[in-house]
């Protein structure tokens, strides 16, 4: 019994684990060994967004409760959080193009409200791919920071991974923009949205329900692992630490703190997280100014003290010391 215990219980690590990554590990297809990774050559880019959305037809969404009014959503690509009230439904960010159906049917056992706003953390595919469809089909508005709307409209690539993604359609961007923030007053809760410059991207915002006290940081946060940086499109290292401590600033110990990926979190978890950012970069950061090269630096392990607890997510500890020596 213990070493079935032991197989399941590893299993569905690696499961979250990889439900986690970025673009190309959804749950459906998690397994240790046949996920398709992160390594940049192994699969062909439209591969990535092809298997992405496969598992997006799939893959259930699992709804956690976390106030009377706000949900956590998690299917395959990034947490989303959905308000509901008498204003309508807001939801933040969309999953896969291929969940809208199932999504518009998690949404509805929510409460009768229809859909009204959907807000984007940032411009990747796994938080965007769905906004045509909740856009056509079920009347969102959609806002995010200007950035996103730039970024959708045109292409774009993500070097780190080899993958290259064409223009989003007309009705799947944002039709609202804002700059370094905006205020909503909707179902009776105050929102902000503030702009966290060159941290994941340089598009990424944090929503903040003020009287709910839920904060989504986007991907700025990855709960429990280490964090994409996508550098091609804007993200640095001290951006992150820099977004990270934005969201400190608003939470406290009652806060329920969605990350972009990962379990949902609270204040502790984040600030574990920030130090670990933190940490890690200024031991980088020191030794890349002493001249070392890159591969100097990977070789030095300057995260070895982190990887036991950060190191089993979709990137490798090597993979992560490389996107913060070319952010630095
Ligand atoms: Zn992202």
Request: hydrophobic content about 40%.
């Amino acid at each position: 019994m213990h070493s079935h215990e032991v197989t399941r219980r590893s299993f569905l690590r690696q499961a979250s684990w990889a439900g986690a990554a970025l673009f190309f590990a959804p749950r459906a297809f998690a397994r240790p060994i046949q996920q398709p990774g992160i390594e940049p050559n192994t699969a062909a880019p439209a591969d990535r967004l092809q298997q992405f959305r496969t598992a997006g037809a799939t893959t259930p969404i699992q709804v956690t409760k976390l106030r009377d009014t706000l949900f956590l959503l998690q299917g395959v690509g990034g947490n989303m959080v959905a308000q509901t009230g008498p204003d309508g439904k807001l939801l933040i960010d969309s999953s896969a193009a291929t969940a809208a159906s199932r999504l518009k049917d998690t949404l509805g056992t929510l409460g009768p409200h229809p859909m009204k706003l959907l807000v984007n953390t940032h411009w990747h595919f796994d938080h965007t791919d769905g906004n045509a469809a909740l856009h056509d089909n079920s009347g969102a508005f959609i806002m995010a920071h200007e950035n996103t709307r730039n970024r959708m409209a045109t292409a774009q690539e993500i070097a780190f991974f080899h993958l290259k993604l064409p223009p989003s359609p007309t009705s799947a961007l944002p039709q609202e923009t804002f700059i370094d923030k905006e205020k909503l007053f909707i179902n009776n809760d105050e929102i902000d949205l503030v702009y966290m410059p060159d941290a994941h991207t340089d598009t990424d915002i944090y929503i903040h329900f003020v009287g709910g006290n839920v904060l989504h940081c986007g991907d700025v946060f990855f709960n429990g692992f280490y964090p994409f940086i996508d550098a091609s499109t804007g993200g640095t290292v001290n951006g992150m630490i820099r977004g990270a401590d934005a969201c400190l600033a608003v939470a406290d110990d009652k806060t329920k703190v969605v990350p972009g990926h990962g379990p949902l979190g609270d204040k502790d978890a984040l600030q574990k997280y920030r130090d670990m950012l933190a940490t890690v970069a200024t031991s980088i950061e020191k030794l890349k100014s002493g001249g070392q090269s890159l591969d100097q630096v990977i070789a030095a392990k300057p995260t070895a003290g982190f990887d036991a607890d950060w190191g089993k997510g979709a990137l490798k500890p090597e993979q992560f010391v490389e996107l913060v020596y070319t952010t630095l």
